[in-house]
């Protein structure tokens, strides 16, 4: 940093009150938005923050002027301490400054009648969670409990709770849903997602159709990877589908991550993705998958799962792609009927156990016949197959019509 006197940094810390006093008087929320944004890093905060370190006794200043009311300053006092913490890379003081001037904010934003400052709410509820997450980050380096995150969540139900009634304030609840989602998800807590899902869904003063499109492609996205993990792949289907369909084209992150939950989906429901599809986007830790699910090919499934164990456990999709094995045996039962019916078509829907288990050994999978009949009960009991067993003679004679049923669209039956 390039020598600061006191005299430029007291005059940057008052340009910055006379901005934040002319936003509020001019209720100006896209101004107040920028000086609210602690972590955007912006030219002007930053020097704001070197000028902070320099001149020391901003509360004084504040004091002095007699443009702030005393609630106006019980907020930007403790977000200068903030904003000077955050540039000398203390991000639990800054965090706890943060929560100050934000409790503060919101008791302000109560008594205002209009909605002109939410786009102020929306960076105090961004910067309350990033500044959190930062926080923890500093404490578990320094072997503490992290509990700033935690600490936020309560935060953000309670400006949930001052945007939850009629007027037009209400239009905001979505966008700190989604900031508790992000929340709730990080701290592995997403049971505690249920009770704001209730209230959107099911509450008198909301309409889902009204909410920024914004916020309903994040919303989708964090309630389809919800259902992922309850395992209701239709639901899971219909909110990341809607989440995809809205999404802006040119946020390829975004599209991906909504692809990431939204392919495994499609795979528990049988419907494949194109290859091309898979480039465009980086996926490629599904490319074996694909094939896999194409050849009935049980040994490359579990490379796939092998190989990208770590990223699959991480987005929580793990369990749905292992459970793509019984697929993966239908595909190869049906390999298998095929190839007997260009040898004798007469006898094609009478597979040996015998075969399976060879067709099994090729792909390096050991199974005695015991194993394999255990499997044909389960693809027949789940409708992936039809037919019955001739248990003495160790058969499974197919059906003539239609042996193995397409899902078409709907999941493996429970």
């Not at 919800?226 to 289907?237: G, I, P």
């Not at 699959?312 to 045996?329: A, I, P």
């Not at 067709?359 to 016949?369: P, T």
Request: proline residues 3%.
């Amino acid at each position: 940093m390039a020598y600061l006197s006191i005299g430029e940094s007291h005059r940057r810390i008052n340009d910055y009150l006379n901005r934040f006093s002319d936003s509020i008087s001019y209720e100006d929320g896209p101004s107040l938005k920028q000086l609210l944004s602690v972590s955007s890093n912006s030219s002007s905060l930053l020097s704001l923050g070197d000028a902070l370190n320099v001149f020391q006794d901003a509360n004084r200043l504040i004091k002095q002027s007699d443009r702030f009311t005393q609630p106006v300053g019980e907020i930007i006092a403790p977000l200068l301490r903030c904003i000077q913490n955050y540039r000398s890379g203390n991000f639990v003081d800054a965090y706890s400054s943060l929560e100050k001037s934000a409790n503060a904010f919101l008791q302000e934003f109560r008594s205002w009648e209009s909605a002109w400052a939410m786009e102020a709410l929306y960076a105090v509820a961004y910067e309350i969670r990033v500044l959190a997450e930062r926080a923890d980050k500093e404490l578990a380096s320094l072997r503490k409990n992290p509990e700033k995150l935690k600490a936020a969540g309560s935060f953000l139900m309670k400006v949930f709770g001052a945007l939850a009634g009629k007027g037009p304030k209400r239009i905001g609840a979505l966008y700190v849903t989604c900031q508790l989602f992000k929340v709730y998800f990080k701290l592995g807590t997403v049971h505690l997602c249920r009770s704001v899902i209730r209230s959107i869904e099911t509450g008198r003063n909301f309409d889902f159709e009204e909410f920024p499109v914004r916020d309903k492609v994040t919303y989708m996205y964090y309630t389809g990877r919800l259902e992922v993990y309850n395992e209701n792949f239709l639901a899971a289907d219909q909110k990341l589908t809607y989440a995809l369909s809205r999404c802006n084209p040119r946020s390829q992150t975004n599209i991906r991550m909504i692809l990431k939950y939204l392919i495994p989906v499609k795979f528990s429901i049988g419907i494949l993705p194109k290859r091309s599809l898979l480039e465009k986007y980086n996926l490629v830790e599904y490319f074996n998958v694909v094939q896999a699910l194409k050849k009935g090919d049980l040994r490359l499934l579990r490379r796939a799962l092998e190989d990208h164990e770590d990223r699959f456990l991480r987005s929580g999709v793990y369990l749905v792609l292992e459970k793509l094995e019984l697929q993966v045996y239908q595909r190869l039962m049906k390999k298998i009927y095929i190839i007997q019916k260009q040898r004798d078509p007469s006898r094609a829907h009478q597979v040996k156990l015998d075969v399976v288990v060879k067709a099994l050994k090729c792909l390096e999978i050991e199974m005695d016949v015991d194993e394999v009949e255990c499997i044909m009960a389960i693809l027949i009991y789940k409708n992936l197959m039809k037919g019955y067993f001739a248990h003495k003679s160790k058969v499974v004679v197919l059906s003539k019509q239609d042996p193995f049923p397409r899902l078409n669209g709907k999941p493996v039956s429970a």
